[in-house]
């Protein structure tokens, strides 16, 4: 028969940390509803909790990176990607300095994630020219 | 008896599958049970854990017509169930009820007409009363005060849609709240008050006052005072109160065509 079960869990979109529940129908994701009785949002969410299923099928995410090396823009591996952008940070702060880059955080990653970007500009870089995404 | 044994007694035999609450991490979540799983039923309902369980079996029943379901409910979701048969929306032939009586302070609190189902399995009936006390505060008021203080409650939505997202009756495929004729994308508040008043008006004939859509309003829409007046002016005209008689239509369903009206 069709199972229907619902995954508590934590709104993806922003920093308050909105508790909700996915509802899994036959298998796939249908839908969220608010986390009854969750201390942070007491049943309560905002559009963006409401609809933050949506995104998880949709054919317009990107399934890997993506590099651009002059007008072409092509696939690549998540390790010659990363390598690429270590590389070229590596460079510019030899030529230029420390504070010559920046590093901008997402409240869609998690709490660790942004601890490890602070970390990672401060004390590997070694620079405070760090932002986010929600001061845009 | 308890809920959780009759639905022991059930599953698999008459019923494929119990919707209830599974606890988890503290509190208690919706599930479908079946007879692999039913001993990880909650037992118990606390007050602030109500959930639009009609809205989940009239999705499971037309995911699969005739599937033998059973569905934990209080007085107010039977009343969903009730409202969306007669819009034939769910189908109570195969669809098993496990009555749950809310407690006292529920009862108080929430102030319902009638806070248990037809039958009761589970908890004592405390009998309720249509909490009209907000209506008639607001009705004392002068005209223009009255205005003032909706489009103020109004002025304030973040547009959230969780009133009509979490309301049992709004199953509508299309949705007038979508229509960019209606409401403007992007704009917040949302033009004021057409928006309040197209749930409003939709809510006529049709609300069964479970509050869920104003336990959902992130900023306190006192949306509950607004349908139940709407349903006292339905009430007052059609002697009719969404989801309480089976064999009465709502009035709104049924006015429309010529034959109807003349």
Redesign the interface.
Known sequence: ??????V?TICPYCGTGCGM?L?V??GEL?GV??????PVSD?????K??TSHEFVGSPGRLASPIIRRGDAAGEVSTDEAIGLVAGELKRVVDEHGPDSVGFICSAKCTNEENYLVGKLARAVVGTNNIDHCARL | MAIKDRARDIIGKEV??V?AF?P??G?H????F?ADDIDQMAGEY?A?????VSS?VR??QA??PG?RLAVVVRGCDERALIELEKQGQVDMEHLVLLGLACDGELAGTCGCAQPYPSEVVQGEKVEGGLDLGMVEKLEGLPPGERLDYWLSRFAAC?????CR??CPLCYCKECALDEPGLVDHGEQPPLLPVFHLIRAVDMAGRCVDCGLCE????IGIPLRTLYRKVGEVVESHFEYRPGRSPDKKSPLSVLGTEEDVT
Not at chain 2, 158 to 162: D, P, S, T
Request: glycine letters at 14%; aromatic letters at 10%.
């Open positions: 028969m069709s199972d229907y079960r619902t508590p529940l509802e129908f036959g249908t509803l608010p986390w009854k009785g969750h049943g309560k969410l905002c559009i909790g409401w | 494929d599958g919707l599974r988890e991490g509190s979540v919706p599930h479908l079946n606390p602030g854990e109500r959930y639009p989940i999705r499971l995911a699969r599937v973040v547009k959230c849609f969780g997202n979490v336990e959902a309003c992130p």
